[in-house]
């Protein structure tokens, strides 16, 4: 609770748009929360969210997090990695994303949406975290192990830590009753941002574009079956998510999931109130804002089309099915 200003709301996840200028996206939002909500009857696929750029991903997500972070009813953390093209090696890679999944474990077990954000908080002080919570407990002596071996061990382990560690969402998740929704936008990063070597080796080449990184996303191809830590990715590269979930070791792995632009209609309402923050006080009816935004729904990029075979089994009806008595 922020106590300089009453009534303002600490949200998990800083979202882009402002509260109310997030639009429409209903029924997306719905189905990725019931996605979650499966989590726990281990009747939720891996799930690859695809559109162009620009068309709402990012945002969507965060709006995801942020709704599913106020149900512990669900029992299914909303672990959130964005992923960035930041050069860094496997072990400081690894050492980020374990810190980042045990903070936001510990925030949604505790409801503490602050910790949830606060990635100034070490992996150390994490651990020495006071609880009275049975998963938290559970996930301060999964921190504990890490840390033991993170620290007694260098480089050549950080491979084989990774592959432990990817296990270690699906086995707390067992222990503890709270699972895990792997969330990680901008997937296709993980091709080329990571590097199996010492940093001096690292630093040694010219990296652009990725030149001698590891392909981490591969390494997921075990937990992207996992009902127990599934999970749901997105980035704005689109052909490259694509191409990593539909091909390699990930191929066939995930469901697709489409996203289309705005309606027209939403267009406006978005526009109407988009002007009440950047129209420096101007108003304007919504009758007015349907031309502009026909405009730029014109203009915007048309959602892919999706294969006949994607078509046949969206996610959906591949849950609805899983449910149904054999
Ligand atoms: N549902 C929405 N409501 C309001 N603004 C949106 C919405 N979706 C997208 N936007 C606007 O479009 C921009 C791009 O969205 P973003 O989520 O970054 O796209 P993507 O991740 O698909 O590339 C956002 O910064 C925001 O201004
Ligand atoms: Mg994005």
Request: glycine content about 4%; some cysteine; overall charge neutral.
């Amino acid at each position: 609770m922020n106590t300089l200003i009453p009534d303002m709301k600490i949200w998990p996840v800083e979202e882009m748009v402002h509260e109310d200028e997030f639009t429409d996206r209903v029924e997306i939002l719905r189905e990725l929360d019931q996605w979650i909500a499966a989590i726990q009857r281990m009747a939720a696929p891996s799930t690859a969210l695809i559109a162009p750029r620009r068309i709402g991903k990012t945002v969507l997500l965060d709006r995801l997090v942020n709704t599913v972070f106020l149900k512990p009813e669900y029992k299914a953390v909303p672990f959130y990695f964005k992923m960035n093209r930041e050069k860094r090696t496997l072990r400081e890679f690894l050492l980020e994303y374990a810190t980042t999944f045990f903070r936001q474990y510990l925030a949604y077990c505790e409801q503490d949406a602050m910790l949830f954000s606060n990635d100034s908080m070490s992996l150390n002080k994490l651990a020495s975290l006071s609880t009275t919570h049975t998963a938290s407990q559970m996930a301060l002596e999964y921190i504990e192990q890490f840390l033991e071996r993170y620290t007694s061990h260098d480089e050549e382990d950080a491979l084989i830590h990774w592959d432990a560690f990817i296990r270690v969402l699906e086995r707390l998740g067992s222990h503890s009753g709270i699972r895990v929704a792997v969330i990680i936008d901008e997937f296709q990063d993980m091709q080329t941002s990571v590097y199996n070597m010492p940093k001096e080796l690292m630093d040694s080449k010219d990296r652009s574009e990725g030149y001698g990184a590891i392909l981490l996303a591969n390494t997921f191809d075990r937990q992207a079956q996992s009902r127990k830590a599934p999970m749901l990715v997105s980035g704005s590269a689109v052909t490259m998510v694509f191409r990593i979930v539909m091909g390699g070791p990930l191929g066939g792995r995930f469901d697709l999931m489409y996203m289309k632009p705005l309606s027209i209609p939403d267009g406006a309402a978005l526009l109407h109130t988009t002007l009440k923050y950047y129209g420096q006080g101007q108003t304007i009816s919504i009758r007015s804002t349907i031309l502009p935004a026909i405009i730029i729904s014109l203009w915007t990029p048309r959602p892919l089309q999706i294969s006949s075979e994607s078509r046949k089994r969206p996610w959906q009806q591949r849950l609805k099915n899983s449910m149904q008595p054999t």
